[in-house]
């Protein structure tokens, strides 16, 4: 096997950054004080205090209907994972695994995933949660018919980020949910309040759907759900007939690794069309990864004056 030319790869990288320097330079993303304060203004005029509070006293909290887009929004979104899913490429996980079918990476593959990536509400809980400078991790579609198994109680942080794990998030979860959600339905499971003990799941209560503390959130289409990386969370299995359809787009801060590349997929008419949040969240403000052409411009830029990423 012989290597890779990298050459295409970090000259695209490159151009991207360029047009995202653009839009950084025409809206700057607010850091330090000026951030806080953004975000102040941001949670109220959206009237988001109260999923805070949910977001700090049980780990999790859900936007109801009509907050984070209209419902026919929540109807195309449906459809178009449905589309793809006729003719998914990723190495899929199965229509029997706890998570169903699953489909990668849809980012790129249609304009309404950007919009639901950049809806005012949910993005202001990610970044209260990760910051202005959060990234996108992931952007995968949930098919689950009556097949689907329960999804094992875990937490998004394990695996990614050693435990003990710090108190603020690393990870966040944005969940859209374009099905009603009820028990037969398949519907996710939380153990509010878990996102305090910093750890992952014991063993012991990987299966424990019916324990106690677990709530199944049953919650209807059109509702997207947002919790922490550390919050203990599961699916319980799918008993009725249909199917549950789902967009997760999980989120990191941006020293964290998104799980998928979007810098590589991203072009250069998806950074035309959007703005400088969304390049944040394609990854083309972070200090990291080059190729043989080193360090991008914007490291020397943050390392040179200290202030402008923050
Ligand atoms: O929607 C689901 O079934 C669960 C998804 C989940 O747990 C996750 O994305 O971490």
Same mark, same amino acid.
């Given at each position: ?49 109260? =999923? ?5 006293? =049980? ?51 249609? #304009? ?34 009556? #097949? ?64 106690? &503390? ?38 990191? #801060? ?17 950074? &035309? ?38």
């Amino acid at each position: 096997m012989t290597a890779l030319d990298t050459n295409a790869l970090a000259a695209h990288l490159a151009e991207l950054r360029k047009l995202a320097m653009a839009k950084y330079e025409a809206e700057p993303l607010p850091t330090g004080d000026a951030a806080r304060a953004a975000l102040e203004r941001e949670l109220a005029a959206l009237d988001l205090k109260s =999923n805070i509070a949910d977001l700090e006293t =049980n780990g999790y909290t859900v936007l109801p209907p009509g907050k984070a887009k209209p419902l026919e929004f929540f109807d195309q979104l449906r459809e178009a994972i449905l589309r793809l899913a006729k003719d998914d490429r990723s190495r899929n996980l199965g229509p029997q695994s706890g998570l169903g079918n699953t489909l990668f990476h849809l980012l790129p593959q249609d #304009r309404i995933f950007e919009q639901a990536a950049t809806a005012p509400a949910p993005l202001a809980l990610v970044t209260y949660l990760l910051g202005y400078r959060a990234k996108l991790s992931q952007s995968t579609g949930l098919v689950k018919d009556r #097949r689907a198994k329960a999804l094992a109680i875990h937490a998004d942080h394990s695996g990614k980020i050693p435990a003990p794990w710090p108190s603020v998030a690393q990870y966040c979860n944005v969940t859209w949910v374009t099905t009603d959600y009820s028990r037969e339905n398949g519907a996710v499971c939380v153990w509010p309040g878990s996102h305090r003990f910093c750890r992952p799941v014991p063993r012991q209560l990987v299966m424990a759907h019916d324990h106690e &503390e677990v709530e199944v959130l049953e919650v209807p289409k059109g509702s997207v759900i947002v919790w922490h990386g550390s919050l203990w969370h599961g699916a319980v299995p799918r008993t009725a007939g249909g199917e549950r359809v789902t967009l997760v787009l999980p989120h990191v #801060r941006d020293h964290v690794q998104a799980q998928e590349m979007y810098w590589a997929t991203a072009t250069a008419q998806m950074i &035309e069309r959007n703005n400088s949040r969304f390049c944040a969240l394609m990854g083309l403000y972070s200090a990291y990864p080059w190729l043989h052409d080193g360090p991008p411009a914007t490291l020397a830029l943050a390392a040179g004056t200290g202030s402008q990423f923050e």
